[in-house]
Structure formats: C-alpha cells, structure tokens
C-alpha cells in the first residue's frame, strides 16, 4: 500500500507547499468520494428494516429517557436544558451534524457527550454525568436524532486543522500486537469480510447507536475500543482527546454523508 | 421506569388485519452471566406479556431467558370494534409495566 492516497501522488504536479498544509486533508481519504456507504448498506435487511422503524429501533427507547432529560431541571441551578435552549427539535438541529466542535475555553475539540457535561458544569451547576452511562447517551442520542438526515458537516478551519491532521495520522497509524492500522480494513479492504462479519467503511454517521452485540446504545468512543482491542493495541479510558480527534477525522471523512441518529447495527 | 413504544394504527376498516409492535425497555438478564469478580448476575426478565382488546385477551408471550433485552414483540389482529388496546408486560422482581392505546374501527 502506498504510503498517501493515489489522488494526493496524482496531484503532486501542484505545487507542494500547498500540498503539506491543506491538500493532504482536503483529499485525505483512500475511498472516492462517491463510494462511500454507510455502515447501514452493510447490515442485512432485517437489521435495516429495525433501524428504519422507529417503533422498532431499541435506541428510541433511550431517545424518550434523553427527551425527559432535556426537560428535567438539575444542578444547584435548578436549569433544565430546555430553559436555555428551548425546544431541541428547533435549537438542536443539525448540530450533532457538525460536531466534534472546538470548544470556546478550551481550545480543544469536544463530543456531543463532553458537550452536554461542559453544560451541566458551567450553566447547571450540576454533576457531570458519566461517560458512556445510561443518562449521557440518552441526552446524546435525543441531540443525535435532531440531525437526522442532515449531511455531515465538521468546521474545516484554522481551529480544527492540526486535530484533524492528528486525527488523520491516528487513522493511518499502525498500532496494537497485531500492528494494524485502521486504514487497513476500513480504506482497503471494507466490503471483505472479518470473522464472517462485513467490514463497513468505518463512518460515523448513527452515534450514539443501538448495537445488537452490545444489546444497548454506545458511543463511537465505546466502537473504537472494540477496534483497538481487536488489533490488540491498549484501548484510552473514556474520554480520552485521542477518541475525539480520531472521530473528528472520521467526521471530516463522512462530510456531507446523511446522519442516521439513532442508528442500529448488529 | 421502563420505556415501551407501542405502534397501532390509529384507525382501521372492520374486519381488517391489522399489525401491532411493541417495544420494551428491559435488560432481560438470563442469570447465566457473571460480572467481572465473578459473581452471577441474578435473572432479571419479562416472563410475560399480555395484550387485551377490549377486556379481551388476544395475545399472550411467555418469555424466556434466552431473548434479548428491550423485547420486540410484533402480532396481527383483526379490527373488530373501536376501544381500547392494553398491553401488559410482567417479570422478575416485581416487575410491571402497561401501555394502552386507543383505536377507531369504522
């Protein structure tokens, strides 16, 4: 495998300052635009059919908890997030579309579930909830599920760029006792099978989603430890920066792919 | 509290079959499983669902610790009269939880 995509090596006849700064991420991705597909496009018809059905999708049961939650006044403000940002279904669109976002403070790309917990924080005065907890996903997949069928769309800008790129060279980077990269299966061989089970692209376009396996929603942060444990590498603790950088480049990598949260996969 | 999603269509011709889904938040623990020190995790599950229309019983699920959590649970029944669909799911510790929907047959 060549060491940069065949579009960047067919595009060196522009010149290369160009190149180092801005053209490795504007053409980045190994698959042509126009073949990518969604994780959906590899389930079979009955997992699809469970995802198109919202009395069907498990996740939809979290959506009605994270609802709940958006109208639940908590903290020592007693603030719901419906006081400040009203009804979700008008303020919360399309946002999980766009996110991982840089943060204001702190200068550092945040998930939606880092997001809601900045929130609670700074305008509740209340508790973060845990990650990966029943509460986060739910409130996550309540924001998720505004967005549905909006395109993808992270900042590409001067905030985003150096994340991105170390996004980007997480995503090609061997790692692990089995000395993988995630380029290896998810731009090179998606569409092969792995252990019987079709390996999909690798877009994030349904977090939080209702895994089958898992019997229960998870975020993208719950998907990547399984890929690092399946390539043996040492899984970062919840939250980690090198999971939102990674999902911020997965995102970058999705644009203007449709949202489908929540989803289900097997 | 447990979640449920009931889809019924809100009005049906007599006469006419019409499909009922349900959908249950429920962890449905087999009792089989341990945790990471070992312990088995005790059985958690719906052993029974019932749904009535009318006061008239016309569906009945015993389920088993083989079935996965948030048990979707689909049948077919025929519109008859307009009234009232009550769907009841009983289990483990105590558990209980019902839902009711109204339909309109003409």
Redesign the interface.
């Known amino acids: 495998m060549s060491l940069w995509p065949r579009s960047f090596v067919l595009s060196c006849g522009v010149p290369l300052f160009g190149a180092v700064v801005s053209v490795s991420l504007a053409i980045g991705g190994e698959i042509p635009l126009s073949e990518r597909m969604s994780g959906y496009d590899f389930m079979s018809r009955g997992t699809q059919a ?1 995802q198109d ?4 999708n ?1 996740a ?3 959506v ?2 994270g609802e709940a939650l958006w109208n639940a006044a908590d903290g020592a403000t007693s603030k719901s997030c419906a006081d400040c940002h009203g009804d979700a279904r008008l303020s919360m669109k399309g946002v999980a579309a766009r996110y991982p976002a840089i943060d204001r403070a702190g200068s550092r790309p945040v998930d939606i579930a880092t997001r809601v917990n900045i929130c609670r924080a700074e305008q509740q005065k209340a508790n973060p909830l845990p990650l990966e907890g029943k509460k986060l996903l739910a409130i996550s997949s309540y924001i998720g599920l505004q967005s549905r069928g909006m395109p993808i769309g992270v900042a590409i800008d001067e905030g985003t760029r150096p994340f991105l790129q170390s996004g980007r060279e997480m995503f090609f980077q061997r790692q692990g006792q089995l000395n993988l990269s995630c380029a290896q299966c998810h731009d090179d061989n998606w569409g092969q099978k792995l252990s019987g089970a079709p390996i999909p692209q690798g877009h994030p376009t349904g977090y939080p989603l209702y895994r ?1 396996e898992w ?2 929603l998870g975020s993208i942060q719950r998907r990547l430890r399984n890929c690092l444990i399946g390539m043996r590498a040492e899984p970062y603790p919840y939250g980690a920066q090198e999971y939102v950088v990674l999902e911020l480049y997965l995102m970058w990598r999705a644009r203007g792919m449709k949202m489908e949260s929540p989803a289900v996969r097997p | 509290m447990a979640r449920a999603l009931i889809n019924v269509p809100a009005s049906a011709k007599r006469g006419e079959v019409m499909e009922i889904k349900t959908l249950i938040s429920h962890p449905m623990e087999p009792g089989y499983r341990t945790n990471s020190t070992g312990e088995i995790l005790p059985r958690d599950t719906i052993n029974l669902f019932v749904c009535t229309y009318n006061g008239e019983e016309i569906f009945r699920a015993e389920l088993s610790p083989a079935i996965a959590a948030n048990p979707f649970i689909a049948f077919s029944t025929v519109a008859t009269a307009s009234g009232k669909l009550e769907f009841k799911w009983t289990g483990d510790n105590g558990f209980s939880a019902t839902e009711s929907v109204a339909i309109t047959v003409e």
């Open positions: 469970m059905d919202d009395s069907a498990p939809m049961l979290s009605l908890d089958l019997q229960s």
